[in-house]
T-cell receptor, first 113, second 116 residues
Framework: AQSVSQHNHHVILSEAASLELGCNYSYGGTVNLFWYVQYPGQHLQLLLK??????LVKGIKGFEAEFIKSKFSFNLRKPSVQWSDTAEYFCAGGLGNTGKLIFGQGTTLQVKP | GAVVSQHPSRVICKSGTSVKIECRSLDFQATTMFWYRQFPKQSLMLMAT?????????EQGVEKDKFLINHASLTLSTLTVTSAHPEDSSFYIC????????????FGPGTRLTVL
């Protein structure tokens, strides 16, 4: 079955701490992977995406993610988080060229000032 | 950037009534739009794919007669929750793509539906 799973459901960090959120996917075919962020009261925004090429993808606001095919993973990282990074983070997999997205369960990140 | 809007942002209705939610792509044409449902503290669940000029494609377990989708133009898709019940209360989110090869979806701000 096609699925995307996120291991961390709720993460609490202090400012300046490093962040890594896990994401694993389970499906064959074309692999398109995304990380979206949902700030409180706002709509989902694209952080970064991977379609092909360099497996290390850099996104907005200092975020990056690495696609590791052998591990079926696409973990999100940021070397130093800020209070403004407090949000819900979703990993998603795109199904080929359909445009459909399968979302992970989401991770709530709380950054303490 | 690509902007997707939804209207209304919040709606409260009585059980048994129908509610229509609009999703618009403001600065691009979208041949395909998607409707998701998000329960509190949970992830987004894809409900259906809305195709301009043709019938929507529903995901398994989603009632077609309950959630009517119409994609009347390249910039507008509507979701009508018919004969709404309290269990239909949820956050409904639409997304739209430009239709390019990157498949990036742009999300609307969502509609909070509360059925009393």
């Amino acid at each position: 079955a096609q699925s995307v799973s996120q291991h961390n459901h709720h993460v609490i960090l202090s400012e300046a701490a490093s962040l890594e959120l896990g994401c694993n996917y389970s499906y064959g075919g074309t692999v398109n992977l995304f990380w979206y962020v949902q700030y409180p009261g706002q709509h989902l925004q694209l952080l970064l995406k991977y379609f092909s090429g360099d497996p290390l993808v850099k996104g907005i606001k200092g975020f990056e993610a690495e696609f590791i095919k052998s591990k079926f993973s696409f973990n999100l990282r940021k070397p130093s988080v800020q209070w403004s990074d407090t949000a819900e983070y979703f990993c998603a997999g795109g199904l080929g060229n359909t445009g459909k997205l399968i979302f992970g369960q989401g991770t709530t990140l709380q950054v303490k000032p | 950037g690509a902007v997707v809007s939804q209207h209304p942002s919040r709606v409260i209705c009585k059980s048994g009534t129908s509610v229509k939610i609009e999703c618009r792509s403001l600065d691009f044409q979208a041949t395909t739009m998607f409707w998701y449902r998000q329960f509190p503290k949970q992830s987004l669940m894809l409900m259906a794919t809305s195709n301009e000029g043709s019938k929507a494609t529903y995901e398994q377990g989603v009632e077609k007669d309950k959630f009517l989708i119409n994609h009347a133009s390249l910039t507008l898709s509507t979701l009508t929750v018919t004969s709404a019940h309290p269990e239909d209360s949820s956050f409904y989110i639409c997304s739209a793509g430009r239709g390019d090869s990157t498949d990036t979806q742009y999300f609307g701000p969502g509609t909070r539906l509360t059925v009393l």
